[in-house]
């Protein structure tokens, strides 16, 4: 019995032998496997596309121009973005100049789909292109970007996101999934563009040529296309001229709801990048006082007779050499409600002919702008002082001259001038710019 015992002990330890070592395989064959299918995964993945491209599209009833105005605005980007609504509490930080290369967001959030990132653009072509370098949790190498096709009196904006999954092998399996993450995203994206875009205020521009005297000038018209009888605002340009930026200025006052005229003080198609040129340009109309007005009056003979135009309702706005033209002009009696200088100079101005002056003046000046000494500031407060004039003059501390204009920096290192674009006192004296015109217009 003692023999039959062990016998069944042998043989259940032979079984559990065989059963072991059967276990033993096992493992060793899923684990073959596993290895197998893990090195298949990898060398799959070194088969799929390493630039993967996630595109979408849309038809939007507006012009490449004010398309691209919202895709090259970091701001106004972000005011679209899908992913702001997915996290409205999202931290932004925004650096580098407000528009355009160089313009750059960065954000952090606590929702998993927005996460923290930056991005920063790197191509701007104006009406045509916009391209982003993003940076999300780390992950560096993609791109997006928005072209821009007109179409007839549409613009289509097509939306594109560059992923690069570089040599690793397992990101790039992401590429298969990533237009159904993705697409759906930037559909909602382009629908909110459309709306932002469309709910603006359409305006039509007209760019007329006309003449004083022997002189040929250019002007350029923006106005809002539903409107009748708006107020008219003139625009007097730097000492460039009637450049871009004069324009641009034109379309955000139409956008606001007024008829814009960017009026040429130069004639014959002056227009410079260079200070040698531009004092030149200038100094010919400031030396010619008399061609000075006349070239004012015609353009607001212009305003006042455009059929959109409410000829009771007219003011004036001026850059720099503008600034000067307006409050000279102003202040010798023409017949404007009021006028606003931005970083205009405040010497040699127009004497008061205090009986003619119907206008009201806001003044923004850039408290270190060595083109203004201090002297000129308080001659000119003593003398609206002393006319009993009503003005408003605003000094911002730091700003130098040109801080309206993005395009200062890069003229200003050039050429080494004190030029400088200050974000905060362009968008504070523009801010406060819309509320006097509130009041003038509407007392």
């Known amino acids: 019995m003692l023999a039959r015992s062990k016998r069944s002990v042998l043989g259940a330890f032979y079984i559990q032998t065989i059963e072991l070592g059967v276990g033993v395989k096992i493992v060793k064959a899923l684990a073959v496997i596993l290895i197998v299918a893990l090195a298949l995964f990898i060398v799959g993945g070194y088969f799929l596309p390493r630039h993967v491209v996630v595109e979408r599209s849309v038809m939007i009833e507006s012009d490449p121009a004010t398309v691209f105005e919202f895709v090259n605005d970091i701001k106004k980007y972000h ?14 930080e925004y650096s580098g100049p407000a528009t355009g ?11 998993p789909q927005v996460g923290k990132g930056s991005q920063k653009i790197t191509e701007s072509i104006p009406e045509k292109l916009v391209v982003y370098e993003l940076e999300f949790d780390g992950e560096t190498g993609n791109s997006t970007e928005f072209e821009l096709v007109p179409q007839s009196a549409e613009t289509k904006v097509i ?61 350029y018209f923006a106005y809002p296309s539903n409107v009748d009888k708006a107020p008219g ?33 130069y004639g014959d198609g002056k227009v410079t990048g260079h200070p040698k040129e531009a004092n030149a340009f200038m100094m010919e109309v400031i030396n010619n006082a008399e061609a000075a007005k006349a070239r004012f009056d015609k353009a607001l003979e212009l305003v006042k007779d455009h059929s959109a135009t409410d000829a009771e309702k007219i003011a004036a706005i001026g850059y720099c050499f503008g600034g000067a033209v307006v409050l000279s002009m102003a202040r010798s009696g023409v017949d404007l409600d009021g006028v606003v200088s931005y970083h205009g100079s405040l010497a040699g101005l127009a004497p008061i002919n205090q009986d003619q002056v119907k206008a009201r003046f806001m003044v923004f000046n850039g408290a270190a702008d060595p083109f203004v000494a201090e002297e000129a500031k308080q001659t000119f407060k003593a003398e609206m002082d002393a006319a ?13 001259h040109g801080f309206t204009n993005p ?26 710019t819309q509320e006097f015109f509130r009041a003038i217009f509407n007392p």
């Open 101 to 111: 290369v160089g313009a750059a967001m960065s954000w952090s959030s606590e929702v």
């Open 233 to 265: 605002v003139l625009i007097v340009h730097e000492w460039w001229g009637l450049n871009d930026y004069v324009r641009k200025r034109a379309n955000m006052l139409a956008e606001l709801g007024y008829v814009a005229f960017a009026l040429d003080m």
């Open 159 to 219: 939306w594109r996101f560059r992923a690069d999954f570089g040599g690793n092998p397992v990101k790039r399996y992401f590429g298969l999934v990533i237009d159904d993450a993705l697409g759906d995203i930037f559909t909602a994206g382009l629908a909110k563009l459309e709306n932002a875009v469309e709910s603006q205020p359409r305006i039509v521009i007209e760019e007329i040529h006309y003449n004083v005297g022997d002189t040929q000038l250019t002007g």
């Open 407 to 432: 395009g200062a920096d890069e003229k200003g290192e050039a050429y080494g001038l004190p030029l400088k674009y200050d974000p905060a006192a362009d968008q504070d004296s523009w801010q406060k």
């Open 388 to 400: 009993n004039l009503q003005y408003e003059f605003i000094d911002y501390p730091g700003a130098l």
């Open 79 to 92: 005011a679209w973005s899908p992913w702001a609504d997915m996290d409205p509490n999202m931290k932004l």
